[in-house]
């Protein structure tokens, strides 16, 4: 999920640090203006700051929608790893329609949109398919779609501030149709963007490709983490820790955790019809995460920028499919 990690919350600790590249506050700026890191980038008036979250939108009656829409909670979201074929088929109902929602809702990012117009955007995108967007109330989650800005990892609420040029933007769009749930995300553009910026972003789209391709049966999952972690690393780019991919289906969230680095117990062998996420989170400079007062918004404890993508994913006898693609 962008699951924290449950042994991560219950230690309320993260796992130590990597011998991965960290930007110190002294060193140069990664943007090339030749200023200190503390003076450049990380200083706090170039921070993603909270704006105001408006009311949560509505969802017509004829959506079916999932327990948790009503109650917030969304119970043990335990299922079976390996999906059957009706489960299978419906999931790339999903998927498609996950992935043409964020497609529409990436072609509206530019400079002076605000997130909560996206919000807003994706609500009604998935609505029209007759699906509902998993988000909303998802452990009481206030909106329809996660928009990362910058420094944000990962769950940054839609709100009021407008998209700057220069910022990248993540969107995160889940969609709950015929059942089941699709999750697929992708890292924006705003304006012109640095060169920095625009090596992390194409290392991370680089580093979800590379995940799956390590995808295959009979192999453990473990394989996806050291394939995610080399690439993020041979770019001196760090590699969050403390949010994993997930098994997905009827539950958002569930069996099993995909971790993006290198864990030799990650033994779980990956099985024909198995379905969960990739969604590799990487960062400038250290990996280690804050999460806002609003109880959802994690960013670099650095301030140095964050992108991420994902897709919803079946295992095959000979490798991936892909849920989330447009074809
Ligand atoms: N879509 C996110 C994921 O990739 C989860 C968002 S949960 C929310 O797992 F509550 F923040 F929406
Ligand atoms: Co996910
Ligand atoms: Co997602």
Redesign the pocket.
């Known amino acids: 999920?962008?699951?924290p990690r449950e042994q991560d919350q219950a230690a309320g600790i993260l796992a130590p640090v990597s011998s991965q590249t960290v930007t110190r506050a002294n060193d140069p700026c990664w943007c090339g203006s030749g200023r200190k890191y503390k003076r450049c980038h990380r200083a706090s008036t170039d921070r993603v700051r909270p704006g105001q979250i408006g009311p949560r939108r509505r969802v017509p009656e004829g959506i079916c929608q999932p327990d948790y829409a009503r109650t917030g909670n969304p119970g043990t979201e335990d299922e079976p790893m390996v999906k059957p074929p009706e489960v299978l088929a419906a999931m790339r109902r999903a998927g498609r329609a996950a992935a043409e929602v964020l497609q529409v809702v990436g072609a509206a990012v530019a400079p002076g949109v605000t997130t909560d117009e996206l919000d807003s955007l994706a609500h009604e995108e998935c609505i029209r398919r007759g699906g509902y967007p998993?988000?909303l109330n998802?452990?009481g989650?206030p909106k329809s779609l996660?928009t990362s800005v910058n420094e944000v990892i990962?769950?940054g609420i839609p709100d009021s501030r407008p998209l700057r040029d220069g910022d990248i933007v993540n969107l995160?769009v889940?969609i709950y149709l015929d059942g089941v749930h699709g999750?697929t995300?992708a890292t924006f553009y705003v304006g012109q963007v640095d060169e920095a910026s625009r090596h992390l972003v194409e290392v991370t789209r680089e580093c979800l490709e590379l995940g799956i391709a390590a995808v295959r049966p009979g192999r453990p999952l473990s394989d996806i983490g050291l394939a995610i972690e080399t690439h993020a690393s041979r770019n001196r780019l760090g590699v969050v820790r403390a949010f994993v991919g997930?098994g997905i289906g009827t539950a958002?969230?569930s069996r099993p955790t995909v971790l993006h680095y290198f864990d030799p117990s990650a033994t779980t062998l990956m099985v024909p019809g198995m379905t969960f996420?990739i969604?590799p989170m990487i960062t400038q400079g250290d990996w280690r995460h804050i999460t806002w007062d609003d109880g959802?918004t994690a960013v670099t404890a650095d301030g140095s920028r964050s992108a991420q993508f994902?897709h919803t994913l079946a295992v095959t006898e000979d490798g991936a499919e892909v849920l989330t693609s447009l074809a």
Do not use: R
Request: with cysteine; net charge negative; charged share 20%.
């Open positions: 999920m962008a699951a998993s988000p998802y452990m989650y996660c990962c769950h995160d889940t999750d995300n997930h958002f969230h996420t969604e959802w994902e």
